[in-house]
């Protein structure tokens, strides 16, 4: 019979995981415990209170998950199929063409925790991808499953930075499977920080989330915008530009999650079906969707602005 990580390997891949580690769990580092601080300090994270709570718990994983000494993170490649025509049309950001990724990810992390008590017994768990206080990426930097970017998202070597990260904190010790941590591959190219529109990337390694259009047109709910319409390049929900010009998302792969999929009539809209919108068309076409958190007024909201 293979061994419990063995098992939780074949069964990621199963899954449709890009990329795994395994690797112990552990208190944060002081000095991540005081940057963090130090940009929550400098209010660069506006209106996102949620990010100033539960300090402890974001820093601790067995506050999280009593008696926690593993930890699984995984990537989940969201890049369409299918783009969304750029011409004549609005955008919104590739990560919320299809279902929300907090439903899909989290179904598939429970599932293989599910499986594994089958074969092996019981043991305490909890899956996470976004929805706790959890720092995602510095778990999947240890575990080798990439580097922190300039844009200051996490960039895998193979598969650039178009996924999703989730983990599975357990109870009980698993084989270390964490690859060698990446080596920073940004050098001296500066695309993003060039390419943001914003500015919201005003130093290399470093956001005022604040200026992000993900921000603007998520977040923030005046009907009054930071940026200027024209800054918003289109984008009516989230933001790609950053993603789109890194030379590690030259060649992207497409997703392989029938969830992810857009709703068809998705890439048939252009910027007068956008702008004459029905709040019925909008729930069946979203339906599901990471969308759905603006809502309808929110959508409505940022065209009108952007539309100026």
């Given at each position: 019979?293979?061994?419990?990580?063995?098992?939780?390997?074949?069964?990621?891949?199963?899954?449709?995981?890009?990329?795994?580690?395994?690797?112990?769990?552990?208190?944060?580092?002081?000095?991540?415990?005081?940057?963090?601080?130090?940009?929550?300090?400098q209010g660069f994270h506006g209106k996102m209170k949620y990010l100033e709570n539960h300090m402890d718990l974001?820093?601790?994983?067995?506050?999280?998950?009593?008696?926690?000494?593993?930890?699984?993170?995984?990537?989940?490649?969201?890049?369409?199929?299918?783009?969304?025509?750029?011409?004549?049309?609005?955008?919104i950001a590739k990560y919320a063409y299809g279902k929300d990724y907090h439903e899909v990810l989290k179904g598939k992390l429970n599932r293989i925790a599910e499986k594994c008590q089958e074969?092996?017994?019981?043991?305490?768990?909890?899956?996470?991808?976004?929805?706790?206080?959890?720092?995602?990426?510095?778990?999947?930097?240890?575990?080798?499953?990439?580097?922190?970017?300039?844009?200051?998202?996490?960039?895998?070597?193979?598969?650039?930075?178009?996924?999703?990260?989730?983990?599975?904190?357990?109870?009980?010790?698993?084989?270390?499977?964490?690859?060698?941590?990446?080596?920073?591959?940004?050098?001296d190219c500066n695309k993003c920080l060039q390419a943001c529109p914003t500015q919201a990337l005003f130093a290399p390694y470093r956001m005022d989330a604040t200026k992000c259009l993900s921000y603007q047109t998520i977040?923030?709910?005046?009907?009054?915008?930071?940026?200027?319409?024209?800054?918003?390049?289109?984008?009516i929900y989230g933001c790609d530009i950053c993603q789109d010009i890194c030379p590690f998302n030259k060649s992207p792969q497409a997703h392989q999650t029938k969830e992810f999929e857009a709703h068809p009539?998705?890439?048939?809209?252009?910027?007068?079906?956008?702008e004459t919108l029905e709040p019925m068309k909008f729930g069946e076409i979203f339906r599901g969707s990471a969308v759905k958190r603006v809502k309808y007024k929110g959508l409505k909201q940022n065209i009108n602005w952007i539309k100026k």
């Open positions: 019979m293979p061994s419990l990580s063995h098992f939780i390997k074949k069964e990621i891949k199963d899954a449709g995981f890009l990329d795994y580690s395994i690797h112990q769990a552990h208190a944060l580092p002081k000095e991540l415990q005081e940057a963090y601080q130090h940009w929550i300090d974001r820093f601790n994983p067995e506050l999280l998950l009593p008696g926690c000494k593993s930890i699984i993170t995984v990537l989940l490649n969201y890049y369409p199929k299918e783009k969304i025509t750029i011409n004549d049309n609005y955008r074969h092996f017994g019981s043991f305490g768990y909890r899956a996470f991808t976004d929805s706790a206080p959890i720092p995602d990426r510095y778990w999947a930097k240890i575990g080798g499953l990439g580097w922190i970017g300039k844009n200051t998202l996490l960039i895998h070597q193979s598969h650039g930075s178009f996924f999703f990260i989730g983990h599975l904190f357990l109870d009980i010790t698993l084989e270390d499977t964490s690859n060698p941590i990446q080596t920073d591959q940004c050098l977040e923030n709910k005046d009907a009054i915008k930071g940026p200027p319409p024209k800054k918003f390049r289109n984008f009539d998705l890439y048939l809209m252009n910027k007068k079906d956008w």
